[in-house]
């Protein structure tokens, strides 16, 4: 069976090691030492937020993947018919 892709690849949640900006925040606050973040990976650069404006980010993406799934498998069609 093959290996199932990872969309999310790019999002993950870390400990920072040392201070780091919030990004959402535009310089409000940051991100202590020790602290959980969420991060995306933009190209070879990466956004951090902590863990009060990550929330609605979260909410969001969930949000659009619910969209997604219910898009690829609209209520009322029967997933039987394509074979599953």
Known sequence: ???VRDVLGHVSV???????KCHR???KH?????????V???GLGRRNYC?????PIL??????????????NP????AEAHGR
Request: glycine content about 8%.
């Open 14 to 20: 870390e400990v920072a090691a040392k201070r780091r």
């Open 40 to 42: 995306v990976r933009e």
């Open 59 to 72: 909410a969001f993406a969930t949000t659009r993947l619910t969209e997604l799934q219910h898009a690829l």
């Open 1 to 3: 069976m093959p290996r």
């Open 51 to 55: 863990r009060e404006c990550s929330a």
């Open 75 to 78: 209520v009322g069609h029967r």
């Open 25 to 27: 925040s535009a310089g």
């Open 30 to 38: 940051g991100i202590q030492a020790g602290d959980c973040c969420l």
